[in-house]
Antibody
Framework: EVQLVESGGGLIQPGGSLRLSCAAS????????MSWVRQAPGKGLEWVSV???????YYADSVKGRFTISRDNSKNTLYLQMNSLRAEDTAVYYC????????????????WGRGTLVTVSS | SYVVTQTPSVSVAPGKTARITCGGN??????VHWYQQKAGQAPVVVIY???DRPSGIPERFSGSNSGNTATLTISRVEAGDEADYYC???????????FGGGTKLTVL
């Protein structure tokens, strides 16, 4: 079955660090553009970061310099290392796959995980 | 960076037509994608590339995009269509995916 399963969320104090994981099955993470998208409680969707199949990475301005996206090809898993966490980082974090057919990319998300909740609070 | 805006809420009676708009500077030159998010669930794409519908999405869902406004149209609205709807574009100048603020569709 093609799916994404996030883990690693929890309660963390401001200034702390947390690493989220997203395990993929049914397809290969390193052949796709994989993103993290977050949603603060009661708020809209916010794109956070992407890692391209070639390894290039991009970040939203709100997290640049604090978050790092990476992947482990042997585990077929995507990660988000979050440092210097702030209250405003509190959100459900989704991993999502950009649709692709071979080398053709479509720039929208065709597969989402169920999300993992990160709460930054003292 | 590119900004897209949505009306926060739309209300419609069952059986009627709902129109949800997404505004942006010359958005007609970009491809717009629409997601439906029901309470407690992950988003699901309902329209991609302005007007294409993924398999499994009812024909009642349609989209258009021209000028400064993209529109998601839901015909013969059902109670099960009640959800938050988000438009999304890809901003090539920053290589960022950009979401609108979302529209809450209420079925009266």
């Amino acid at each position: 079955e093609v799916q994404l399963v996030e883990s690693g969320g929890g309660l963390i104090q401001p200034g702390g660090s947390l690493r989220l994981s997203c395990a993929a099955s049914g397809f290969t993470v390193n052949s796709n553009y994989m993103s993290w998208v977050r949603q603060a409680p009661g708020k809209g969707l916010e794109w956070v970061s992407v890692i391209y199949s070639g390894g290039s990475t991009y970040y939203a301005d709100s997290v640049k310099g604090r978050f790092t996206i990476s992947r482990d090809n042997s585990k077929n898993t995507l990660y988000l290392q979050m440092n210097s966490l702030r209250a405003e980082d509190t959100a459900v974090y989704y991993c999502a796959r950009d649709r692709a057919d071979g080398t053709q990319h479509y720039w929208y998300f065709d597969l989402w995980g169920r999300g993992t909740l990160v709460t930054v609070s003292s | 960076s590119y900004v897209v805006t949505q009306t926060p809420s739309v209300s419609v009676a069952p059986g009627k037509t709902a129109r949800i708009t997404c505004g942006g500077n010359n958005i007609g030159s970009k491809s717009v994608h629409w997601y439906q998010q029901k309470a407690g669930q992950a988003p699901v794409v309902v329209i991609y590339y302005d007007s294409d519908r993924p398999s499994g999405i009812p024909e009642r869902f349609s989209g258009s995009n021209s000028g400064n406004t993209a529109t998601l149209t839901i015909s013969r609205v059902e109670a099960g269509d009640e959800a938050d709807y988000y438009c999304q574009v890809w901003d090539s100048s920053t290589a960022h995916w950009v979401f609108g603020g979302g529209t809450k569709l209420t079925v009266l």
